[in-house]
């Protein structure tokens, strides 16, 4: 008797329809993307709506002191393009500064490491120029989830009892918001943020006072935040606020309003790299999306085609070709406006093709960056043996996944394509309930991107006043044939990178559907520094979940791999939409933090 569905077991259905598709980390987020796509709105009006409400449900993953980066293509342009929402260091954000404080590396929390927060400003770009609906249309789900409440999921309660000690002590602004009673809020429970619903309906009538022309009132609202009550908020905290962090010592800010007065979200090209029929789209070297297009030059070299995803080699060369893209990565990276940043040899073929060479059937536990002459730096490893223990006393709040794939910060992602075609990838990021505390006036923290500064002179992404850190968000955008086809990314810091590259050559190797790849067991190496505090690397370490085959778990280890074997769905969060003709289809992560995808 033949079987009457003879398609491979997924874990949820690949989302198809033509109308539109969001994928999502929560299903609240897709819900209101969804509505907002139904209602008139296009990708990038949905994109705003999903993203403010990602704020209000994942508290812990994002807000609105954070920032982001995403790319797009707007069917009317016809190319893709990246929206700029980095936030740069502040004017008193010195190395000198800091090492007068007696650190060499920027704390993981607190205030010290608040860069200007690119989040609210980035969107009204995207909404004054990409959109189409109104400010109110894009802020309300947002308003009315923070007044009215919202389930709270499990890992935002688990995050709460975490800091929880953190907040009683030092930070009582932030326990007045995330300890309702008096007590962590356990999973399930109603949770409100009035006060950032405040914040955010004062913007509104603010910017409705202007009139009823659209523009102005994105422009006015964008004033508002840079240099009205927002701004004014921002800068008191700041100046008069001694705030423990996890140095154990307490220290007050360097951000100023006027930091946020001189700065604006941008639009730029994105980095491209032709990999077959493919031309793969990321953001610039002042985030970590190079790495990825590096990988693929490497791994062009070898035959994926017919390798088995789980198999040995597949894994084996995926690895040692993260391991030399993210070598280079701490060597080269760094902020464009700042420094110069050898791109065009670093994914050209003769380079690619000489430290292809390095790689053999032996894991390598060395660090190799490659070298190009009058480029990059001298890095000095921290290593880390053993199990990465808990980092301080206090909690660091980096948005990444740890060593056995437990989540100890994390991130949001999604990514939507409308009707017309247009599609998003967007990685908004930071400001999470455990980075700093709430600034009381406005019901959210600060971030804590410039933790991924080096306070050492001379390096790409020392830190430096007005300078972008190179944070680790990652949106992925690609073309097929020339034609945008897919839009997917991951939350995971370091990682994302890793899961991006092995989510693409599975669908593109492998054969697999959207929702095979992101079913299909994952892995990661730490092989080189995090880019979080406390910024140290263990050589050779190759994470993976306990669904790979035990065959290939003995073969990496007979391989020299360091091998740590995690729990059975614990490795990523990947998103991912795409658009053939008519058809649009979506799919979603199964791990942990579940990930949602509609569409229709």
Request: glycine residues 12%; hydrophobic residues 40%.
């Amino acid at each position: 008797m033949s079987n009457i569905n003879p398609n491979p077991f997924t874990t949820r259905p690949e989302i198809e329809g033509t109308f539109g598709v969001v994928a999502s980390t929560h299903w609240i987020a897709t819900a209101v993307g969804m509505a907002t796509l139904e209602k008139g709105g296009n990708a990038f009006d949905a994109g705003i709506a999903t993203a403010f409400t990602l704020q209000v449900v994942e508290p812990h993953l994002n807000g609105p002191g954070g920032d982001l980066p995403a790319i797009l293509f707007d069917v009317g342009k016809g190319r893709p393009e990246v929206l700029c929402g980095q936030g740069p260091a502040p004017a008193r954000a010195t190395i000198a500064h800091y090492r007068g404080l007696g650190l060499d590396i920027v704390p993981g929390t607190g205030m010290l490491a608040a860069c200007v927060p690119g989040m609210f400003d980035a969107w009204m770009l995207l909404l004054r120029d990409y959109g189409t609906l109104r400010l109110a249309d894009v802020l309300a789900p947002a308003i009315g989830y923070a007044t009215e409440g919202h389930p709270l999921v499990e890992r935002a309660s688990a995050t709460i009892a975490t800091v929880e000690m953190l907040f009683r002590k030092h930070w009582p602004t932030s326990a007045a918001v995330y300890l309702p009673d008096g007590k962590v809020p356990a999973p399930g429970t109603l949770f409100t943020n009035r006060t950032l619903a405040q914040t955010y309906a004062r913007v509104l009538r603010e910017a409705e006072a202007v009139g009823s022309d659209r523009e102005r009132q994105i422009e006015r609202a964008r004033k508002i935040w840079s240099e009205g009550f927002v701004a004014e908020a921002i800068d008191q905290f700041c100046r008069t606020q001694d705030v423990m962090d996890v140095t154990g010592t307490p220290h007050r800010g360097v951000l100023r309003g006027d930091d946020l007065a001189r700065w604006q979200a941008s639009i730029e090209a994105p980095l491209i790299y032709d990999y077959g029929r493919f031309t793969v789209c990321k953001t610039g070297p002042w985030g970590q999306g190079p790495v990825m297009l590096q990988q693929l030059a490497l791994i062009k070299g070898f035959n994926l085609d017919g390798l088995d995803p789980t198999g040995p080699d597949f894994i084996h060369f995926q690895v040692e070709c993260a391991k030399l893209a993210y070598a280079d990565r701490e060597t080269f990276y760094g902020d464009p406006n700042f420094v110069d940043v050898p791109m065009a040899t670093l994914l050209s073929d003769a380079y690619n093709a000489e430290r292809r060479e390095l790689i053999s059937d032996k894991a390598s536990h060395e660090f190799r960056p490659g070298s190009v002459e009058g480029f990059g730096a001298v890095i000095k490893l921290r290593r880390e043996e053993g199990q990465r223990a808990a980092v301080g006393r206090f909690g660091a709040g980096e948005p990444t996944v740890g060593s056995m794939g437990e989540v100890s910060g994390d991130t949001v992602h999604f990514d939507i394509i409308d009707k017309a075609g247009n599609m998003i990838s967007a990685t908004p990021s930071g400001g999470w309930l455990q980075s700093s505390p709430v600034i009381p006036e406005l019901g959210f923290g600060l971030g804590t991107r410039g933790q991924m500064f080096w306070l050492e002179e001379g390096h790409p992404a020392s830190l430096q006043p007005g300078k972008r850190p190179r944070t680790t968000l990652t949106p992925s955008l690609a073309l097929r044939d020339g034609e945008p086809y897919l839009a997917w990314g991951t939350p995971g810091g370091d990682q994302q990178d890793q899961w991006t590259a092995q989510f693409f050559l599975r669908h593109v190797h492998g054969g697999k559907n959207l929702q095979e790849a992101i079913d299909a067991p994952a892995w990661h190496t730490e092989h080189f520094p995090i880019s979080f505090w406390p910024r140290t690397a263990r050589p050779g370490v190759v994470v993976i979940e306990n669904r790979v085959p035990a065959a290939t778990i003995a073969e990496l280890k007979r391989r020299g791999h360091i091998v740590e074997v995690g729990p059975d769905w614990s490795e990523g969060r990947l998103t991912a939409a795409s658009r053939v003709g008519p058809r649009r289809r979506a799919a979603a992560n199964p791990r942990g933090m579940q990930g949602y995808a509609a569409g229709r």
